[in-house]
Structure formats: C-alpha cells, structure tokens
C-alpha cells in the first residue's frame, strides 16, 4: 500500500513538473512571436518608405534569434532580400 502512495506521488510531482515545462515554453514561444511580429511590421515600415508593399515575407528556415531574413515583393514588382540584425536592417535588390 505504501508503494502506490510513493507511486502515485511520483507520478504528480512528474505530471506537475511536466505541465510547468510547457507552460514556459508556451510563454518563452509567445515572446519569440511577438518579437518577430514587431520585427516585421519594422521592416515593413521601412519598405512602405519606398513605396507600396505587395508582400512581406519571412524565410523561418534561414532565421534564428539573432537574424530575421525574408523578403520584400513591392507592388511596382522590385522585389528585395532584407537581415535584421541586432536592429540593424540590411538590404538588397534582387535582379530577376
């Protein structure tokens, strides 16, 4: 009888220690979002100087923490590759 106690005790200490992970992580990736959203309508901002925005996008798979890369298409059909980094929003219009 003793045992299950110690079992079941286990058992929610684990459950609890598990739902805790997740529910840092749910805030640490709320964080990260609202970040990157702010990021963005940076970014977009900058661009709309130049002229209208067709679309904004964001290349996940090439950014980390520390870099954001993507793209920016404008309606009059420049299209230029963008790096924030550290704050710093760097540039380049692609050829076709």
Do not use: C
């Not at 609202?34 to 901002?45: F, K, P, S, T």
């Not at 996940?60 to 420049?78: I, N």
């Amino acid at each position: 009888m003793k045992n299950k106690k110690v079992l079941w005790g286990l058992a929610a200490l684990a459950g609890a220690a598990g739902a805790a992970y997740v529910a840092t992580r749910v805030t640490q990736e709320k964080q990260v979002n609202e970040e990157r959203e702010e990021a963005v309508a940076q970014i977009r901002a900058h661009f709309e100087s130049l002229g209208p925005v067709a679309t904004l996008y964001v290349l996940l798979h090439e950014s980390d923490a520390d870099h954001l890369r993507g793209g920016v298409v404008m309606e009059s059909g420049t299209s230029y590759r963008f790096e924030l980094s550290e704050g710093q929003l760097s540039y380049q219009e692609e050829s076709l």
